[in-house]
């Protein structure tokens, strides 16, 4: 979130977290999932913690610290990419992922890279507890299965979601099913994630094997031919839809398995006050199944 700097405004936001997480529409939609949503035993307070979830064995809060501000992936500009990269040194994001569990989240979601790799294992060394979950896929620059296991411990691993979208393209998604199927031989959990609110639809159809998804509020990886049919022109840089979340949400309660919604503040675009953070925040609460969460990226620089 990068909305708001101020330390008044501090305490009002964690309260509304809080409620948000806890979910207002908890008992308007109804719970299909495997997993079951785990409710705080006190009221709602910085040290009673923001509601969880199951995943597998684990608790995790419902709402997720995302690593793309972490890792320099702004999905707006070359420069803002640059500024978030130049922010978080090492230093810095160990500071940040301190703060993270000092004020409940208890969940942090990344790729394995040198700098987070050595960031958890520094909180870790810290006496941290924080849960970790990788994104990972195989690709040529990512390391082994194994090696990720050892050097993060993740509580799970997920198929990433761009290149998930294009083997779905290309007539290729045995191979996601297949890294899925390896995932667990690791003893690990398995997840998928997409921005494609149809290729979750397919995997949830089809039974596959995962634990869960990651689902992207925004389809942003439409290709520019998918852009021109639908809408007979192309934008400029990644397609942001207004009508994105309700078409993915609607395929998030449909599947009976646990769901980490993300980019539910449009990768910023949605922070031009502190009003419209609490809308989208507000929408996917109401809008995903109580066994459920939220990834969300922070910059804090501001």
Known sequence: ??????????TGRRSFLLQACAGTAAAAIPNRAGARSVAPQESPSRLAGIPKIELGAHHVTRLIAGGNPIGGFSHS????SRHM???FTLERTIEFLEQCEREGINTWQFDHMEKPVKALRTVRERGSKLNFICLHAEREKDAPLKTVIAD??????????????????DGKAQQVRDFVKKVRDHGVLAGVSSHNP??????????WENDLFMTCFYFVTRTKQEQQKLLG??????????SDPIDM??????VNKPCLAFKILAAGQLCANQESVEKAFKFAFE????????????????
Do not use: W
Request: glycine share 10%; with cysteine.
């Open 1 to 10: 979130m990068t909305c708001g700097s101020s330390g008044e405004r501090t």
């Open 77 to 80: 500009t070359v420069n803002m």
């Open 85 to 87: 990269l130049e922010y």
């Open 152 to 169: 993060m411990k993740p509580i799970a691993i997920v198929h990433h979601g761009g290149v998930t979208d294009r083997l779905f393209r």
């Open 198 to 207: 149809q290729n979750i639809l397919r995997i949830a159809e089809a039974g």
């Open 233 to 242: 022109k192309v934008v400029v840089g990644e397609p942001f839809f207004e």
């Open 249 to 254: 949400t609607n395929v998030i309660r449909q």
């Open 287 to 302: 809008h995903i199944k109580p066994t459920d969460a939220v990834i969300v990226g922070m910059y804090p620089r501001f």
